[in-house]
């Protein structure tokens, strides 16, 4: 059974850097991709990176294009999502996702103005 298990949340000031990470096990085949989204309370999940274990494309968000970078180590299966310059809107609970129905738990980040 795959399993994802997020963290690296927690609180940082406007301009400050965050890493989550996504480690992830059981999976079957080398052919799948890791992505990140994330959701505020009333809105819908929003996808925000995706990273293909195969080919390595990287997909990001225009919210977050330039200063969000999602790469993937390889010896632990575990996916990062490396925050930079966060801003308060990018304040949400962030999930890890294998596309195919499996979610981490979820992992709050929130920036303060």
């Known amino acids: 059974e795959v399993q994802l298990q997020a963290c690296g949340g927690g609180l940082v000031q406007a301009g400050g850097s965050l890493r989550l990470s996504c480690a992830a096990s059981?999976?079957?085949?080398?052919?799948?991709?890791i992505g990140w989204f994330r959701q505020v309370p009333g809105k819908e999940r929003e996808p925000i990176a995706c990273?293909?274990?195969?080919?390595?494309?990287?997909y990001y968000a225009n919210s977050v294009k330039g200063r969000f970078t999602i790469f993937t180590d390889s010896a632990s299966n575990t996916v990062y999502l490396q925050m930079n310059s966060l801003k308060p809107e990018d304040t949400a609970v962030y999930y890890c996702?294998?596309?195919?129905?499996?979610w981490g738990q979820g992992t709050l980040v929130t920036v303060s103005s």
């Open positions: 990273i293909g274990s195969s080919d390595g494309m990287e």
């Open positions: 996702t294998d596309y195919q129905g499996y």
């Open positions: 059981g999976f079957t085949s080398d052919d799948h991709a």
